[in-house]
């Protein structure tokens, strides 16, 4: 593949990279909840491990271990297994964050939790596959159009997570007291257990 059509790919690229990163998901509605509770500051890592996490899921993707876990159904079942009982998890923990003495004793998803759950996330696994598979080609530069990927949606998916964090800092301005605290943690426990039930839909 020529410089000229790798550079072609790059728009397409860019918008594959948007459209996957700002779209909701379970990193976003995390991070939305996140941001209501800690505000912004304290999500900064949680963002920055997401986007680490997905870089190197990327890379890891690209070296041939995406298609290893599509080929095999009971690795397949066992990410999905995975990833499914962690947003649960997670969902309960969301759903215990009501009051002012609850909150007192969460704390934001750190960078390395952050980065290691791109690694049990459907979407974030879906989003790797699809891009290594739609813009690398047989023949083509690999390694630069690996590079590019990775590169682009490292450019990319940091200020749209920052966009879902600084969207739940907003709400979190009207949560004036315990009670439409506790209803939003709850809708966010919602969306996050949602997420779980539609891996298995």
Not at 67 to 86: N, P
Not at 120 to 146: C, D, Q, R, S
Not at 148 to 153: G, R
Request: aromatic share 10%.
């Amino acid at each position: 593949m020529s410089l000229q059509a790798e550079t072609f790919l790059l728009v397409p690229l860019m918008l594959f990279a948007v459209v996957t990163s700002i779209t909701p998901g379970p990193n976003n509605i995390l991070l939305t909840a996140s941001g209501a509770n800690f505000g912004f500051r304290r999500t900064v890592p949680h963002m920055l491990g997401i986007s680490a996490g997905f870089l190197s899921l990327i890379i890891v993707t690209g070296l041939g271990l995406g298609a290893v876990i599509l080929a095999s159904d009971w690795l397949h079942q066992a990410l999905k297994a995975i990833g499914a009982l962690y947003l649960v998890w997670l969902a309960w923990q969301l759903s215990r964050a009501g009051g002012i003495e609850s909150r007192a004793e969460l704390r934001p998803m750190r960078f390395h939790e952050a980065a290691l759950f791109q690694y049990v996330n459907p979407k974030a696994w879906m989003m790797a596959v699809g891009a290594v598979a739609a813009f690398t080609t047989p023949g083509g530069h690999y390694a630069i159009e690996l590079g590019l990927i990775a590169l682009i949606f490292t450019i990319i998916n940091l200020p749209c997570v920052s966009l879902w964090a600084l969207f739940g800092v907003g709400i979190g301005r009207f949560l004036g007291d315990d009670r439409a605290r506790t209803i939003f943690n709850f809708t966010m426990a919602g969306l996050t257990l949602l997420s779980a039930v539609l891996l298995y839909v």
